[in-house]
């Protein structure tokens, strides 16, 4: 039996070469896929999230894993179909659907999301951004600050209800033009017409990919690359030429002027032509001979950036919602799909303000060094929906929702959501602006605190400032620490971020210097011992899980194995099958 590591290895080559896939199916057969795509999806929130069963990730078991392979085996396998619920859009409001599948087929269908990743993969446009590995938000935006300079219009598309308006039809076409195994094909066109339920009532699915489906992103991956390469090798070539721009007639005839005048000695005369010919654009801009156009994709977002004339950028637009409508069956959005002048207003792309800037009084080595430039900015209506959580009346306010935590929690909660948007926000040129939502959250942070000890703001500060180093030196934050006899303190933290742009930044989260991270596959190497890790007893042995520890620390009287999970900080515990049913029968194990 070969190893995981060898399937997807050798998938990705054949991927890379453009060779055809004839026996995926039979990939599923490998116990070793299914220990890898658990050991990936076990930690997950949604993992104790029972969809239309009570099915979840406690419970799972060697037997069950191969009584799925024996039901594929035998085609026999069926998705069910998903629970669907709704959930507010953090933009809009509204809701939209999302659906809540069965442990089994999360488990099925990440194993189908790792064989079609590693083979579609190579095969993947580099302007694409979105559900990939080593890229996200971050590649995407560097792509546009570094190389789009001279953009004139940007086109925001974007696609109606993509993931909900898929056309299976179309998708089942896509893959079988590179997957050429019919078992596999009938997996997927079964996982995508297993329906959901709403209010417990079945509703078919006729279109879009499965609501909540961990292979969801990669399947529309898979189709929206058809758009990429309409775009490369269609749209960039047809609106792409020349290499260089010709010379503006105007500014070459004034720096002659400028070169007479300073020859002559006529300093008042120079001044003028020099005022004059800063503010000509060295490079015809209207150029017949100079088009070009460039793209970046996330998920359903898409950005092009086109110099040249408006009208032909109109030309753009329409030919991609042609494509859209005619090969996919996509409508682009009629109200975010906008032409949006480059240099008088900003695009809206990931969450940033995207325009190319222009000043003719900024000079660097004798250059006018920012013309044509893109810059990336903090939204202000971002900074002013981030601001609000922490203000009531327009001033910083404690939250009475977390008062009662601990301080350390308090910190805690306060730190991870500012450093998640500072993060985010580190590519922005006014990166700065981010100062107003640190003072309103500092304050709010320290007026809980303040109120869950009856004490003042000032007290609250002076207890908790500290000192960190930075790349940039010494910064001011908030720490909160909880001592542990023979171990080093838990430590939580407010700011101390720099608010200076890293044209490099990548999200990152800050790890304790004394947390042991732990393989991956740690909970597939407990599970293959076949040791139960309350009593010791070797044979069959069930994960038993929980959603987190917190509901340990609360449980009444605290079992041996809610003591061990406790101790090992564990949401995990590998326990034979009767081990596991005093468990959930609530009894006390020894």
């Not at 239309?52 to 998705?79: C, S, V, W």
């Not at 979105?130 to 890229?135: K, L, M, V």
């Not at 195994?181 to 329906?195: H, K, P, V, Y």
């Not at 969450?351 to 900015?377: F, P």
Request: glycine share 6%; proline share 5%; charged share 25%.
């Amino acid at each position: 039996m070969q190893s995981a590591e060898v399937v997807l290895g050798v998938l990705c080559e054949r991927g890379r070469k453009g060779l055809p896939c004839n026996e995926l199916y039979r990939q599923l057969f490998n116990p070793q896929l299914y220990l890898l795509a658990y050991g990936r999806i076990y930690s997950n929130q949604g993992a104790m999230t029972p969809g239309p069963t009570q099915e979840t990730a406690d419970g799972t078991t060697m037997e069950k894993i191969e009584a799925i392979i024996d039901a594929l085996r035998h085609e026999r396998y069926r998705f069910s179909p998903v629970r669907r619920i709704y959930i507010p859009k953090k933009s809009s409001g509204k809701l939209r659907p999302l659906g809540l599948p069965s442990w089994s087929d999360k488990l099925v269908g990440e194993v189908v999301r790792l064989l079609l990743e590693a083979y579609y993969e190579p095969l993947f446009s580099e302007c694409s951004h979105g559900f990939r590995p080593h890229r996200g938000c971050h590649t995407a935006l560097r792509e546009i600050a570094n190389t789009w300079s001279g953009t004139t219009w940007f086109i925001e598309g974007d696609i109606s209800d993509c993931f909900g308006s898929l056309d299976h039809s179309v998708l089942l076409s896509i893959l079988s033009e590179k997957i050429h195994d019919g078992r596999f094909l009938r997996l997927i066109e079964n996982m995508l017409s297993a329906g959901y339920l709403e209010d417990w009532r079945w509703n078919a699915t006729l279109s879009g990919a499965p609501q909540g489906g961990v292979a969801s992103p990669i399947l529309s991956n898979i189709y929206l690359h058809k758009l990429d390469q309409f775009v490369e090798t269609v749209l960039i070539p047809q609106y792409t030429k020349g290499k260089v721009r010709k010379r503006n007639s105007a500014y070459t005839k004034v720096e002659r002027d400028l070169a007479r005048a300073r020859n002559r000695g006529n300093r008042d005369e120079a001044r003028k032509l020099r005022q004059e010919w800063r503010r000509l654009p060295f490079s015809d801009p209207r150029d017949p001979d100079y088009r070009r156009l460039r793209y970046s994709r996330y998920a359903d977002d898409q950005l092009l950036g086109f110099t040249g004339p408006k009208a032909e950028a109109e030309k753009i637009k329409a030919q991609l919602a042609g494509f859209l409508r005619d090969e996919l069956k996509l409508e682009l959005s009629a109200d975010k799909t906008l032409i949006t002048h480059a240099r008088t207003r900003a695009a809206r792309y990931l969450g940033y303000e995207i325009i190319v800037q222009h000043g003719d009084s900024k000079i660097t080595d004798g250059r006018r060094a920012v013309n044509g430039k893109i810059a990336l900015r903090v939204p202000l209506d971002v900074i002013k929906a981030k601001r609000a959580p922490y203000l009531r009346h327009g001033t910083p306010w404690h939250r009475s929702a977390i008062q009662n935590l601990d301080d350390f929690d308090i910190v805690k909660t306060y730190g991870a959501e500012y450093r998640g948007i500072v993060q985010y926000y580190l590519l922005a040129n006014d990166v700065w602006r981010l100062n107003r939502l640190c003072w309103d959250a500092q304050t709010s942070m320290l007026k809980t605190l303040a109120a869950k000890h009856q004490s003042t703001v000032v007290k609250m500060a002076a207890k908790h400032k500290a000192k960190i180093e930075t790349p940039y030196g010494l910064r001011t934050c908030y720490e909160a620490r909880v001592e542990r006899h023979g171990k080093q303190a838990l430590v939580a933290r407010f700011g101390g971020i720099p608010l200076v742009r890293n044209s490099k930044t990548v999200i990152t989260d800050r790890i304790p210097s004394h947390q042991v991270t732990y393989p991956r596959k740690e909970l597939v190497r407990r599970l293959l011992t076949r040791r139960c890790e309350l009593c010791g007893d070797p044979g069959s042995v069930t994960v038993h899980q929980v959603r987190n520890l917190a509901s340990l620390e609360k449980h009444a009287g605290q079992p041996p194995w809610a003591a061990l999970m406790l101790q090992k900080r564990r949401k995990t515990l590998v326990v034979c099958r009767p081990c596991h049913d005093a468990i959930h029968d609530g009894q006390p194990t020894a």
